[in-house]
């Protein structure tokens, strides 16, 4: 009697993790690499001058609010051995807006305006409701709900490389943001490709049977990790360097 309630009550206070689950390590990985990025992140932002701190916050925000999501989904995985798509997206619904906050608050000094923000979160939440119904509730035409997604992904992609963010960035005659610019650049277009990978590897998806069905977790969680440690590393470097400007000026 008591075994069984023990066992029953188990799984909530000790996550399985089995020899070769893969995407469960990552899960793991992902949560802890999350918790550590934000305490870094938070503890730098003591170190840095003004208008730097908020930016090191909002890169310390993005990975907190990942290592929450990632906590619970590593525990559905753990469980269900399915996708935690609802944890996914909830995720990146606030991390996405938010790395697009982190956009214009290092292009407002040199002009940009709030609606260049709006209109990132705007494709951002396009991208990702979309990207969501194509998952769930519209699988059978996840190939079309992947292509208007996109469309958003496309916008931003824009934005960042040709479009107002990147001659905000080019008109600024800062080598340093100039150069921060670029590799977020990199980022959007190649870290952020990732996503639509994983997207394609689901049941009746583009790649499906060329990639196995828990691909695209493993994609998903791997292209978090390099994305939103990465991208806040990026801030970080910057932060670094225009506040070394500063104090030595
Ligand atoms: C921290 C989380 C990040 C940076 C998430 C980014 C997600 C994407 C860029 C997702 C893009 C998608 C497409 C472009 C098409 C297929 C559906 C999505 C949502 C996977």
Redesign the pocket.
């Known amino acids: 009697m008591n075994a069984l309630v023990i066992n029953n009550i188990q799984p909530f206070l000790l996550a399985q993790l089995q020899p070769g689950d893969y995407v469960g390590f990552t899960f793991f990985i992902g949560s802890m690499a999350m918790l550590a990025s934000t305490v870094f992140f938070f503890v730098q932002m003591t170190r840095v001058e003004g208008k730097w701190k908020d930016s090191l916050l909002v890169s310390a925000l ?1 990975t907190g609010i ?1 290592a929450a999501h990632y906590f619970y989904m590593r525990s559905f995985w753990a469980e269900n051995q399915t996708s935690p798509t609802e944890f996914r997206y909830i ?2 619904i606030l ?2 807006p938010l ?1 697009c906050v982190e956009f214009y608050l290092i292009l407002k000094p040199y002009g940009a305006k709030q609606s260049l923000m709006w209109r990132m979160i705007f494709w951002s939440v396009w ?2 409701v979309t ?2 119904l ?1 998952e769930t509730v519209f699988r059978s035409q996840s190939a079309i709900w ?1 292509a208007i ?2 469309v ?2 496309a916008f931003i992609a824009y934005d960042v490389w040709f479009g107002g963010a990147r001659k905000l960035a080019n008109s600024s005659a800062d080598p340093n943001l100039q150069n921060a610019m670029r590799i977020l650049g990199w980022f959007i277009f190649v870290g ?1 490709a990732i ?2 990978i ?2 394609m590897a689901i049941e009746g998806g583009l790649l499906s049977g060329v990639l196995p069905v828990k691909a695209m977790d493993l994609i998903y969680n791997i ?2 990790a390099v ?2 440690i990465g991208f806040g590393l990026v801030i970080y470097s910057l932060a670094i360097s225009s506040n070394q400007k500063l104090q030595t000026a």
């Open positions: 993005i990942a995720d990146w991390t996405v790395m991208m990702l990207g969501y194509g992947g997604s996109t958003g992904y952020w996503y639509p994983g997207y292209g978090d994305n939103k």
